[in-house]
């Protein structure tokens, strides 16, 4: 089973083996330098390397580790952000290259498939976007006249394959799924055979401009790119990016149903945030995979209370007869809307990024990987302009999104000096977290299954926030741009690149327990 940035598996993981990368390489210059071994640096490495570039991936931990490997994989040209706003903020022709670009990506994965032979569950299916009340029937008939605008094929139906009541049902043709795991695997060989070298355990910490290229710094050493990309879901270091990505937390859970009625196609309904629903078999097993009760990381208490709230929705509406696994994933919501592709900015221009994917992350992966391969190949890209890092959009939205991050910080920070005392660790039970002060400390403390205690300075390394326990995944999330940390602190993802001071508690215990 591979690894992934949470405590809980998801049902990818429990799929597949291990990918071992071959032989390290002695040399550090590469003409690209792909920072993050997820779906976005893999396919984009396979990419490159195919067109003759000679590329290094770089990974902190394992081949995905980050939200690849707890993705719910759908594959859209419907958006989560709807082509009516697409349309509204952006004008009808840049709303038109974003459904050209997603139905590019799904053809990409297709032709990926079909090429490298990938045993990964591709099929093509039908979506489904339901309403259940007027508002959302208005909403969902807005929807269809933009889709028609922009050329996503699409018509009213009256079937849902999901035993739920409906008024109106917009069913999307030609979207798809995958396991999202296997499918990287066998790029990841791929991007091998073609000469590309991965290196995993390899925190990239800084880069800057060298001499001729790009010099980034990397726990194991040094290398050089004439481009650099960052394919780390969110960038290290601070910029402007961070202020315009929101961190959110989603829940999704598989499992098997009594009556064998798992529904064809991708399943949404409207509310927010929405549940969905779609079916993946795996080596002729079936699972229905459900998630929703999305919230901004390190705003939510009882995120166990989101799985419990999930499970009892599809109860409701499914025979489930077991659950297989449950899990959460990250992801980065952008302030207008579309992500952020091509130059990052306030570095030199030929280092590169691919974030802000929402909820539609693996489609904007092959989106990121056409158009950072255009950019980084011809100097160009069809897409560049729609998805340009450095747009400022001034859409509606946008203050009182910048304005919520500022609030979470001060809210935080109050939260941080309050007047807890280091006994109430003592009240910890086994698998539980928490924030506590004591002697002028702030401690984040977590008791292990085995009663022994972990603390670690809560300052996130990033620009110090305070982290937040998050019980489900056993983790410390910053709530400020959603850097993640293991219970000793160590980084789970970024945007930090340090992890959280770890802190010597045995003394401040035996200290109390001898006063
Ligand atoms: Fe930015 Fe924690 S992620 S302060």
Redesign the pocket.
Known sequence: MVLRDGARKSLWQETVTGFLPAVEPKQQHFDVVIVGGGITGITLGVELQRSGKKCVLLEAQTLGFGTTGGTTAHLNTLMDTPYTDIIKNFGLENAKMVATAAREAINLVKQNVETYAIDCGFEEVPGYLFSQNETQTSELEDIHEACQKVGVGCSFVDELPVPISYQKVLRIERQAKFHPLRYIQKMAEVFEKEGGVIIESCRVTNTGKGEHDIEVEATTGKFYGQHVVFATH?PIG?NLI?FRCA?YRSYAMAVRLEDGQYPEGLVYDMYDPYHYYRTQTIDGENYLIAGGDDHRTGEETNTNGCFLKLESHVRSHFNVSQVVSQWSSQYFEPADGLPYIGHLPGNPENVLVATGYGGNGITYSHVATITLSELILTGKSRYENVFRPGRIKPVAGFTEFVKHNAEV?KQFVGRWLGQDKLHEAADLASGEGRLVKYEGESLALYKDDSGVLHAVNPA??????A?AWNAAEKSWD??????RYSVDGEVLT???SRDLEKIELRTLVDKEENA
């Open positions: 969110i601070v961070h961190a910080v996130c390394t990033h620009v110090k926030c982290v910053c709530p400020c741009h959603g850097a970024g945007p930090a």
